[in-house]
Structures are given as C-alpha cells and as structure tokens.
C-alpha cells in the first residue's frame, strides 16, 4: 500500500473513532498514523540516498514497520466501522 492509503484509512478511522467518543482509539489511529507515514518516508530516504529502485538496502526491521502499521491500520479502520454502526 502507499503512504497516502495508508494515511487515509487512519484518517477515516480517526475521524469515526473521534466521533463516537473512543479516545483512547483515536490518539491510536492518530500515532498508527504517523508510524506508518514516517516509516515510508525513512523508506523513500533509503531509496533515493542508496540508489534508487535497490529494495534490498531497505532495512528489514523498517520493511516490517511499515508493514505492521498498515496491519494496524486496517484492523483500527474494522474497528471504527463496528463501533460505528453498532
């Protein structure tokens, strides 16, 4: 997924969360957020300093960061939608 994906379903989810109340929900979806797009654009820095278009100098742990918060993301975006039409 891309970074602009993956900013919009914690948007989406922040805004649902935000709006039933679920604070503790939000600030998650908020800071899930930031993980995922700081992650992609450590990733893009990785690209464009150690060549671009080599994924292999991509560090392994930032790979699954990025991979992990998109996880999160969709199960957070899942979340929002039961609560919201609960």
């Avoid at 994906?5 to 989810?13: D, K, L, S």
């Amino acid at each position: 997924m891309g970074v602009w994906e993956n900013t919009g379903i914690c948007v989406i989810a922040a805004i649902l969360f935000y709006e039933k109340g679920h604070h503790v929900l939000f600030w998650s979806a908020v800071i899930t957020g930031i993980v995922a797009f700081g992650s992609h654009s450590i990733m893009q820095n990785y690209l464009h300093r150690k060549g671009y278009g080599d994924l292999r100098k991509i560090p392994n742990w930032l790979s699954a960061l990025n991979m992990l918060a998109t996880l999160v993301d969709i199960g957070l975006l899942t979340t929002a939608i039961v609560f919201r039409y609960r």
